[in-house]
Structure formats: C-alpha cells, structure tokens
C-alpha cells in the first residue's frame, strides 16, 4: 500500500498535545494510534506542531531520503518540538515498552502527491 498523508496524520502528529516528558506518553500513544499490533513499532516521532506547519515543509530544502534514496525528502528550516519514542530491549510483545524523549529538532519527511503533503518520516537532526 502506499504511503499516505491520513496514514503520516495518525503515526506522527499530536498537534493538540504540548510536549510533555511524562514517561507514560510513549506506551499510550503508541498503542492508542495503532502501533503496537502484531509487532511493536521500533522508533516512532510524534510531532507536537500544527498540520500547516508540517505540510508547510514539503516546500522547505529538498534532500535525498536516508531510508528510500528518493529524492522526494524535505528538511525542516525550523526546529519544531517533537516527542521520539523507541522500544526498549526488554520489551516483550504484545507487552510494546517505550522510551518517551521530547527534543526541539529539525525534521526531515518524504513528501509525496497532488497535492504535495507529507507521507513518511525519514529523521530528526
Ligand atoms: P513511516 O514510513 O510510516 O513514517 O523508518 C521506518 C519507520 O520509522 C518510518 O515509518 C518512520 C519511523 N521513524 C520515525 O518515526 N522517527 C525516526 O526518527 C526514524 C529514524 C524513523
């Protein structure tokens, strides 16, 4: 299937939340926004900022993409406020245990389509 924006919506944007360090974030939100079934996601961002200011980077600086080598990625010319979840080594599935690491970074997304909005997270720096 391919990527899409509804699917980048529900994986990587909590617009209405602020972020927050509270060390439950990650094992709610993961599970919550569908994540954690059949397998427990591995490194997951969630980003803490509106839709038009992420879309808005689909027009930002164009870059190669580190997980495709497409060259459809796009770097964020600000830093925005983003919350990373990873999965912890003693994580058993069903059990998906996270990490939640809020950080202010720059992020770099795939976009994709007509019109052109954002369908993959490639990394944060
Ligand atoms: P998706 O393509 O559905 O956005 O790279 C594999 C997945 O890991 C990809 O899912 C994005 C996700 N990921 C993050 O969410 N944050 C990161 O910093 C990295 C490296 C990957």
Redesign the pocket.
């Known amino acids: 299937r391919k990527?899409s924006a509804e699917?980048?919506k529900r994986?990587?944007m909590d617009p209405d939340s602020p972020p927050n360090s509270r060390p439950t974030y990650c094992n709610r939100m993961m599970r919550r926004q569908g994540m954690t079934k059949g397998s427990c996601?591995?490194?997951?961002?969630f980003v803490h900022e509106s839709w038009a200011t992420v879309k808005a980077i689909c027009s930002q600086r164009q870059m190669t993409c580190k997980?495709t080598r497409r060259n459809n990625c796009h770097k964020s010319s600000s830093t925005l406020h983003i919350t990373?979840c990873r999965l912890k080594g003693s994580s058993k599935y069903p059990n998906c245990d996270y990490t939640t690491t809020d950080s202010q970074k720059h992020i770099i997304i795939a976009c994709d389509g007509n019109p052109y909005v954002p369908v993959?997270?490639?990394?944060?720096e």
Not at 41 to 45: A, G, L, M
Not at 120 to 124: Q, R, V, Y
């Open positions: 990527p699917e980048f994986q990587h996601k591995r490194v997951n961002t997980t990373e993959h997270f490639d990394a944060s």
